[in-house]
Nanobody, 124 residues
């Protein structure tokens, strides 16, 4: 079972950047596909980005495409989410998730492993 811990959230100005990290332990990172989700106040948790085990290949929600970049460093057991050109609507708690599936899913129910989340705030 893999244990995930997110870090790097905080306050950023609109147009600014933040970098999130997801540290994984308890498993072999290369065995997992990882994703980032986010949940804004009063809204459902939504898919942000995913990165496959091999390739690797990445996928993004339309709302973040071209602004966010997901990457992984299996040697460091860490997955990253680089966020640029931040907007107030990016304000949310960001969660790292993992699955041993070979293909990514956009629905949270398909991910058995979750971190505790990290807050990202972009004031308007």
């Amino acid at each position: 079972q893999v244990h995930l811990v997110e870090s790097g959230g905080g306050l950023a100005q609109a147009g600014g950047s933040l970098s999130l990290s997801c540290s994984a332990s308890g498993g072999t990172l290369s065995s997992y596909l990882f994703a980032w989700f986010r949940q804004a106040p009063g809204k459902e948790r939504e898919f942000v980005a995913a990165i496959t085990r091999s390739g690797p290949r990445s996928a993004y929600a339309d709302s973040v495409k071209g602004r966010f970049t997901i990457s992984r460093d299996d040697a460091r057991n860490t997955v990253y989410l680089e966020m640029k050109s931040l907007k107030p609507e990016d304000t949310a708690v960001y969660y790292c998730a993992a699955t041993s599936a070979a293909y990514y899913f956009t629905k949270e129910g398909q991910y058995p492993y979750w971190g505790q989340g990290t807050q990202v705030t972009v004031p308007s």
